[in-house]
């Protein structure tokens, strides 16, 4: 079975700091991808940034990167110069292969809360 | 443009009435994904659909039922068999077939009177 861990519920940050986020996870599986999504207020879950498990370098998308460790099974989120609107939640999750080729789902984390302070 | 739409944003359900929650896209994308959300906690996934005319069961399925009849449209019933029906849903797609990324619509939330 694959898990996801999030162990930070919630976050205070000074607006413009940087801010890593953990997500550790569990799996056997050679290959895998990781994902992290925010979710604000409104509750529509917004793509941020995909790491493969047989990607050489750490994943960059703006002020996102995804600090990859695979011997330690971590895939922190980092959010460089963070603005009042990163305030929401963020949910790290596992792309597991389901019954058959092609087949997928997404295994999510329970999220941390993220609150930017002025 | 683009993208996932679901309806309604709230949805009210009486006890022993079955419900049906819409979900549309035009991202051409093969995989069609219902997700269950409650306060504090992550997604869990209900059904999923890799194409036309097939689709299969999730982590959570009881008290659920969907069709896919057509490639844009994954429609989700909230039978009376599920007894805790209050929940955010969220539709989303992706190309399938091993490729990576799954986008989502702004979800449906559903109460019971």
């Known amino acids: 079975a694959q898990k996801i861990t999030q162990t930070q519920p919630g976050m205070f940050v000074q607006e413009k700091e940087a801010v890593t986020l953990d997500c550790t996870y569990d799996?056997?599986?050679?290959?895998?991808?990781l994902f992290w999504y925010k979710q604000p207020s409104s509750g529509e879950m917004i793509f941020l940034i995909y790491?493969?498990?047989?990607?050489?370098q750490n994943a960059t998308e703006g002020r996102y990167s995804l600090n990859f460790q695979k011997a330690r099974k971590s895939a922190n989120l980092v959010i460089s110069a963070s603005q009042l609107g990163d305030s929401a939640m963020y949910f790290c999750?596992?792309?597991?292969?389901?019954?058959?080729?092609?087949?997928?789902?997404?295994?999510f984390g329970t999220g941390t809360r993220l609150t930017i302070i002025p | 443009d683009g993208g996932i739409t679901q309806s309604p944003k709230y949805l009210f359900r009486k006890e022993g009435q079955n419900v049906t929650l819409s979900c549309e896209q035009n991202?051409?994308?093969?995989?069609m994904y219902w997700y269950r959300q409650d306060p504090g906690q992550g997604l869990r996934l209900i059904y999923y659909?890799?194409?036309?005319?097939?689709?299969q069961k999730g982590d959570i399925a009881e008290g659920y039922s969907v069709s896919r009849e057509k490639k844009e449209s994954f429609p989700l019933t909230v039978t009376s068999a599920q007894k805790n029906p209050t929940a955010f849903y969220l539709c989303?797609?992706?190309?399938?077939?091993?490729?990576?990324?799954?986008?989502f619509g702004p979800g449906t939330r559903l109460l019971v009177l």
């Open positions: 989303a797609s992706g190309q399938g077939w091993g490729q990576e990324t799954q986008y």
């Open positions: 799996t056997s599986d050679p290959s895998y991808g």
């Open positions: 790491q493969g498990s047989y990607d050489q």
């Open positions: 999750a596992m792309r597991e292969a389901l019954r058959g080729f092609g087949n997928e789902k997404l295994t």
């Open positions: 991202l051409n994308h093969d995989a």
């Open positions: 659909s890799q194409i036309v005319n097939d689709f």
